[in-house]
């Protein structure tokens, strides 16, 4: 099923362009709407038949995360990026170059009678002193306060707690696997007010790489280490030889200031809560990138636990 991949996203002009080759698309890979449902609920997402169907009928542009399951489940993941920033392009498109306006003709007739040069010269020098004597508060003449600009979110490092976006009344701590496969304690979603007594510190290892430490009262200090292979495989496990724990890269995700963020693994991909659950317990796992769902997650700053951490 390669055909599909010659659909090019970029090429249309408009909404309904694009629509056409989303039809295309899905022509090309000879699935029914019925299929296509099918096959998303077997890649862990939800594309339902109805819904595909008012869309590839319609005069809208599909939600970003309806198109990517819809060119995922047409077997064109690889392309999905392009069919993101195609969509992205014609729902919010460039300005148009404003031209300036030319001047009435009576205006570009009109001159202004120069000013003497001495006399010039001093309006300039009191007009410069009048800007940078300091003006007293409230003063008709005072200029209005800047207003702040928004910095974008700083990284916080020490006591942090994260907390998965789709779930953010639940924190990252410990726990164990629901269905029993693997029986040491590995990372799972609880209650906030559980997660206790418990603590996580982001470790700095340079440029936007951490160790994510848990320090327990009992167990001690544990790293996170994203295991790569056996009954555990993609499972989050904390190591008491933080030499093991993994790198994570801890990457903004969202608008500015947001303070959300992905963790990514070299080689492993991200970490996520399983199948995007809100449930408490439910596990985090490694899986590819996608950068939304439960792979995004807020990292805010606590203040220090109250026992001594080994």
């Not at 819809?70 to 993101?84: H, K, T």
């Not at 976006?165 to 410990?174: F, G, K, M, N, S």
Request: with cysteine; aromatic share 6%; glycine share 10%.
């Amino acid at each position: 099923m390669n055909s599909q991949h010659g659909v090019a996203p970029e090429q249309a002009e408009d909404v309904a362009g694009f629509l056409a080759l989303m039809r295309q698309l899905k022509d090309e890979t000879g699935l029914t709407y019925r299929q296509l449902e099918e096959r998303a609920a077997e890649q862990g997402s939800v594309l339902a038949r109805s819904t595909l169907a008012d869309v590839l009928n319609g005069r809208s542009l599909p939600r970003p995360e309806l198109l990517s399951t819809f060119v995922r489940a047409c077997g064109a993941a690889d392309r999905e990026a392009y069919w993101l920033r195609a969509r992205e392009a014609l729902a919010d498109p460039p300005a148009p170059r404003s031209l300036p306006t030319p001047p009435p003709p009576a205006a570009r007739r009109r001159r202004i009678p120069r000013l003497p040069l001495l006399a010039g010269l001093a309006v300039v020098a009191v007009l410069a002193a009048w800007a940078l004597a300091p003006q007293p508060s409230g003063h008709p003449g005072a200029a209005p306060p800047q207003q702040a600009v928004a910095a974008p979110a700083v990284l916080p490092t020490g006591w942090v707690r994260i907390r998965p976006v789709t779930a953010p009344e639940l924190c990252l701590t410990d726990g164990r696997v629901r269905d029993q496969r693997y029986t040491p304690l590995v990372a799972v979603q609880r209650p906030c007010a559980e997660a206790g007594p418990q603590a996580t510190l982001l470790e700095p290892l340079g440029g936007d790489e951490y160790h994510i430490q848990w320090h327990h009262p009992d167990y001690g200090k544990g790293c996170l280490k994203a295991l790569p292979d056996g009954p555990g495989l993609g499972l989050l496990e904390p190591m008491d030889d933080c030499t093991q724990g993994s790198h994570f890269h801890v990457e903004p995700s969202g608008p500015a200031g947001s303070g959300t963020y992905v963790l990514r693994v070299d080689g492993q991909g991200c970490a996520g809560i399983a199948g995007d659950g809100t449930g408490p317990g439910t596990e985090a796992v490694m899986a590819h990138c996608v950068g939304r769902g439960g792979q995004v997650f807020f990292v805010e700053p606590i203040s220090r636990p109250t026992f001594s951490a080994p």
